[in-house]
């Protein structure tokens, strides 16, 4: 993949222009996001950046990618964009544990989703991507359920990606089937694991310190599944936040075929800001 070829012209709206985030002296966050309905006749993916109300450079970035049908997919993403947000709104960095804000938004998200199937006899699902980050300490948590995907990548190479709560993962991890062809199983989108399913396993919040340069991309199957690691790894490393969700959204449609799914990804790219008194060049070499 060359993210310099060429691909028809996008029938995305506008992007919003990417977040310039300046946390005091050391981070700035650019962020972009891209959502489209894919060849779905209704969207049913959802997603939030949210800079915290109260404290500059911290941030908590969020996807959900609903199930259960028309109205009872994008009822369960709705709920979880919500409980985000209102968690988040109360949430204070100072003092309060960040793994417990993650765990308490994937818990009551998935109680929420549970009350709207009981409440309208409908089958509302949802998964789940959420990381937060913490300019302060350089610092990325993150809580994920089903298979929409964190991934962090630094100096052009995938630093990390979550694992999928699906079938076929389980597959790979048996050494039954390689990645390349879970993509293509068709089994390919049985979820082991959702928000509104009878019992929701606990797992744990996960961490990684982050660096200048890295690049977080969050995104639902139906960005990831058309792309491979390596793809990836060059989007996110030639292309600007705004480029890259561009590019990577027409290239799914493309390579979709007319059979795509809802699509929705976030790229965030963190850069380190020079402290007073030092040159940018200091920066850069630091």
């Known amino acids: 993949m060359d993210p310099t070829d060429h691909y028809p012209p996008s029938r995305l709206p506008p992007l919003p222009t990417p977040v310039q985030h300046r946390a005091g002296t050391r981070w700035r966050l650019s962020a972009a996001s891209g959502l489209h309905k894919g060849d779905r006749p209704y969207q049913q993916d959802q997603l939030r950046v949210i800079a915290h109300p109260r404290v500059q450079g911290c941030v908590l970035a969020v996807i959900a990618d609903g199930m259960g049908g028309k109205s009872g997919g994008r009822k369960a993403a709705d709920q979880v964009m919500l409980t985000a947000q209102q968690l988040f709104e109360r949430y204070h960095p100072d003092s309060d544990d960040p793994h417990a804000l993650l765990q308490q938004i994937v818990q009551e998200s998935h109680s929420m989703i ?57 597959l790979v991890d048996k050494g039954e089937i390689t990645e390349a062809k879970a993509r293509n199983h068709p089994m390919s989108n049985v979820l082991t694991c959702s928000l509104g399913m009878s019992e929701l396993p606990s797992k744990p919040v996960e961490e990684s310190p982050l660096m200048p340069g890295d690049v977080l991309m969050l995104c639902s199957d139906g960005v990831w599944h058309y792309f491979t690691d390596q793809d990836l790894e060059i989007a996110t490393s030639k292309l600007q936040p705004r480029e890259c969700c561009q590019y990577l959204i027409d290239k799914a449609r493309t390579r979709a075929g007319g059979r795509g799914d809802n699509l929705s990804l976030i790229v965030i790219e963190l850069a380190r800001l020079p402290a007073p008194g030092e040159t940018s060049s200091t920066s850069s070499g630091a």
């Open 114 to 170: 549970r009350l709207t199937a009981l409440s309208t006899e409908q089958e509302p699902h949802s998964t789940i991507v959420c990381a937060l980050f913490h300019a302060d300490e350089g610092r990325c948590y993150w809580s994920h359920v089903g298979d929409s995907r964190l991934y962090i990548f630094r100096n052009g190479r995938l630093l990390l990606r979550t694992t999928d709560d699906s079938y076929v993962q389980t």
